[in-house]
């Protein structure tokens, strides 16, 4: 919610300094993990925005099981478009967000005929005609098997600058810039009157329409939106794994990103971050450490039950939750002399 | 019974509306003239707010027509006759309860604060949102809201809530507002502020119709009243007319134990 107040430029500061301090960490981290702990990194990176994107939409009230296919056709687009055509990869993964967005514009019609529970299955069965066109067709999509020896992302060869993106220390960097900048875009629509619209067809949609929010309108906003940076994260993931195939894209997968939205918050930009971070150093440290890395969906699946439970309005909520505990726990000893003190 | 022979503002030919078997609304024309403050009463169950529904755009009818300033506007999206100048509040407080006081009102100037999907990116939109947030305050001072500015709505009393879901459709700067039952479950004093309110907005230049259950209200502010019985127009006219007609009596009192309504 947009927030202008006298506090307003304070906490701006302060947001600035913790965003530096932020980066500053995120920057030193790769150097303190293993390779195989890199790879996680970048996949952790892409998966961030993944979920993030997921959360544009879920602002207006709509929760989609599509969204890891949409993934995919930025993926498998970008791809094609560098394998067939020979579209060198940045651009190639720009035109697959885009063609992530023109697949969801164009859905957008049948889709947003449904609300709530139907928009959901309506947009499973959608994502599942896209997978098994690919499936189906191994002409261009390269069937079951997917499609492999994807052109990796060009290195840099300048005179005194060599950057092998081969190497994921590299490709983490280049994933947490251009993911950085997604976030500051979505962060931005969701600050602007754009995102207030969003928010108000969560809440009331006839309200909204009664006073000229065209509400199919703006629900096919956020859901191409939403898409085109899901695309983004598939081109990627694309050219940094070198394959895809359906399997990747499958509704498994979009119960994952469902978990990390859920167990992580969808009311702030933050809480979906912190879901799929806490989730993924879970799975990929404490369960690996412990041996159990393959009851992953079962142990996904008691932390999603739990945080529900106990933590409904997810991670993000669990900070401000302390610190007013911590409040009150000082307040408590300290009534009596603190304006002393 | 229009003094004036101008084209209505507003105006219903032969609507009608099916649900299935059941016809809501059968075969119903009235029309409404610029600046009046027009009533449409009747028994529970007789249509209006189906009407209603049918005139915001909400449902399409199933037969006749909706002409707003003289265009057939039937079947219309509820968005577009917003755009059109045409505006309804609900019943109830219909508001974004998460929302403050002021970001309701703000939603309700979205016709006003138009700009491109870059200039809100790049934040060069900041010119019409201080236009649209000057004009937000500015319909919350209207209402004598503007202290409750940053409150959240949920915070806010029922007699204000009913305040703000009209100060949000006021924002629109509708020419039409239609308001859906404005006094229901109001006390008097309430009911007596809300109308000196309404006709303010009328007076601001505002063409009103309203569906109400409060008879006295609805007698008291009134120009014109429009009854409706079993989905039909029964009778028309000014309000001592429309009291004193035996067809209205009996379609209220003639009931089984229909007492209390009319006054």
Redesign the interface.
């Known amino acids: 919610?947009?927030t202008a107040g006298p506090a307003g430029s304070i906490r701006r500061a302060v947001w600035r300094l913790r965003l530096v301090f932020l980066f500053a960490i995120l920057a030193a981290l790769p150097y303190l993990l293993s390779y195989s702990q890199q790879e996680i990194a970048v996949l952790l990176v892409i998966n961030v925005l993944l979920v993030c994107s997921y959360r544009l939409l879920t602002l207006t009230g709509e929760w989609s099981l599509g969204h890891v296919v949409i993934m995919g056709v930025g993926a498998y687009a970008s791809a094609l478009l560098a394998k067939q055509f020979g579209v060198p990869v940045p651009l190639s993964m720009l035109l697959g967000g885009c063609m992530a967005a023109a697949i969801a514009a164009l859905l957008s019609f049948p889709l947003f005929r449904m609300k709530g529970f139907y928009f959901l299955i309506g947009s499973f069965a959608a994502g599942e005609i896209i997978r098994l066109i690919w499936k189906r067709f191994t002409d261009p999509f390269g069937g079951p098997k997917g499609l492999k020896r994807i052109d990796p992302f060009p290195n840099i060869e300048t005179g005194f600058l060599s950057i092998d993106f081969y190497e994921p220390v590299n490709y983490y960097f280049l994933s947490l810039v251009i993911v950085s900048a997604s976030l500051f875009?979505l962060y931005?629509?969701e600050r602007?009157?754009?995102g207030?619209?969003f928010?108000?067809i969560h809440?009331?949609d006839?309200?909204?329409?009664?006073?000229?929010?065209?509400?199919f309108r703006y629900r096919t906003l956020a859901f191409v939106i939403a898409s085109f940076f899901a695309g983004i994260a598939g081109g990627l993931y694309a050219h940094y794994v070198g394959a895809v195939n359906p399997t990747r894209f499958s509704v498994d997968q979009m119960v994952y990103v469902l978990v990390w939205a859920v167990v992580g918050g969808t009311t702030t930009l933050h809480g979906p971050i912190l879901g799929v971070v806490v989730l993924t150093v879970i799975n990929e440290i404490v369960l690996r450490a412990l041996g159990l890395d393959t009851a992953r969906p079962l142990i996904y699946g008691a932390i999603l039950i739990l945080s529900v439970l106990y933590l409904p309005n997810g991670l993000e909520s669990l900070g401000p939750r302390l610190r007013a505990r911590w409040r009150l726990w000082r307040s408590g000893p300290a009534a009596g002399g603190g304006e002393l003190a | 019974m229009n003094p004036s022979g101008e084209r209505p503002i507003l105006e219903a030919r032969g609507l009608t509306r099916r649900f299935g078997g059941l016809v809501a609304v059968n075969d119903f024309s009235f029309s409404v003239h610029e600046g009046a403050i027009h009533g449409l009463i009747g028994p529970n169950g007789a249509g209006k707010t189906t009407t209603f529904n049918v005139i915001s755009g909400f449902y399409a009818p199933t037969a006749g027509q909706v002409l707003f300033r003289g265009l057939d506007v039937s079947g219309r999206k509820t968005s577009a006759l917003a755009a059109m100048g045409l505006v309804r509040t609900f019943q109830g407080s219909t508001l974004f309860q998460e929302f403050s006081v002021l970001d309701n009102v703000r939603v309700g100037r979205h016709l006003g604060a138009r700009a491109g999907f870059v200039s809100r990116l790049i934040g060069t939109d900041r010119l019409s949102e201080r236009e649209a947030d000057a004009k937000a305050l500015e319909t919350l001072a209207f209402f004598g809201l503007q202290e409750l500015a940053g409150e959240p709505v949920s915070n806010l009393p029922h007699g204000h809530q009913r305040m703000l879901g009209m100060a949000v459709a006021l924002a629109a700067e509708p020419r039409v507002l239609l308001l859906d039952e404005p006094f229901t479950g109001m006390n008097p004093e309430e009911t007596r502020r809300m109308m000196a309110l309404v006709r303010r907005i009328r007076d601001r230049g505002v063409t009103i119709m309203l569906v109400e259950h409060d008879m006295q209200a609805v007698m008291n502010l009134c120009d014109i009243i429009t009854v409706m019985n079993f989905g039909a127009l029964l009778v028309e006219g000014a309000p001592e007319t429309v009291r004193n007609d035996p067809a209205v009596i009996e379609a209220y009192l003639g009931s089984i134990d229909g007492a209390g309504h009319a006054s």
């Open positions: 919610m947009p875009v931005r629509v602007s009157r754009i207030l619209t928010h108000a809440w009331q006839r309200l909204a329409e009664s006073v000229g929010v065209d509400t």
